[in-house]
């Protein structure tokens, strides 16, 4: 079963008779459903509460890759503004590497607190210069701007990459920060939202990490 949080803090949040949910440190927000493990069956449910909201992977994933976490923003079942997917493996240079991708309206928050950056959205640092890399998804290619957060807190223990795919933000987090080199032009992302069976052919487990 789903557990509602914070979309910008791990606390829980209530939900009050009017439909509305709030978080005691954050107030009125709306809720983030997370799995209490990474499984199959959570994974279901999972696709339940963002429907019509895109859930990307990258695709095909490595060998001995898992997914370690996903989570969607939504007030309801059908009504998502927000999509979280981790995979993780190992890398020969850099050891332990977690990929996290987060889909999202703008405004929403999600994308901001995985990368630990100041602001909501990528806002400026967004088209004023060239891409620094790309990422496809089905036939489109989405250009991907490197994202500062050193500025934010002061640590350098990830890569942060933003653009937009569909009228939507797209962030992607790599940690450790070096990872960066791993992403390449071809990179694919796929969205599983609509996968069917192919779906029990996806690895889950492992720790999952913290953002």
Known sequence: MLTATCVRCPAPVLEAPDGTWACPDHGVTAPLWLAPEPSYDGFVEHL???????????????????MTDFAAVAPAPGSATAVLTCTSGTSELDG??????????AGTGLGARCAGTRYTD????IGERPPSARVRIGSQAVNLWDISTSSDDGEFDRSVLAGEASGRWLWIVLRPASALLLFRDDWILRDVSSAGPQLVELPFGGHRPGW
Request: proline share 18%; charged share 15%; no cysteine.
């Open 122 to 125: 990528p806002g400026f640092e």
């Open 96 to 105: 332990p590497v977690d990929v996290l991708v987060v889909a999202e309206e």
């Open 48 to 66: 339940r509460t963002s429907a019509g909201f895109p859930t990307y992977v990258p695709w095909p994933m490595s060998p001995g890759w898992t």
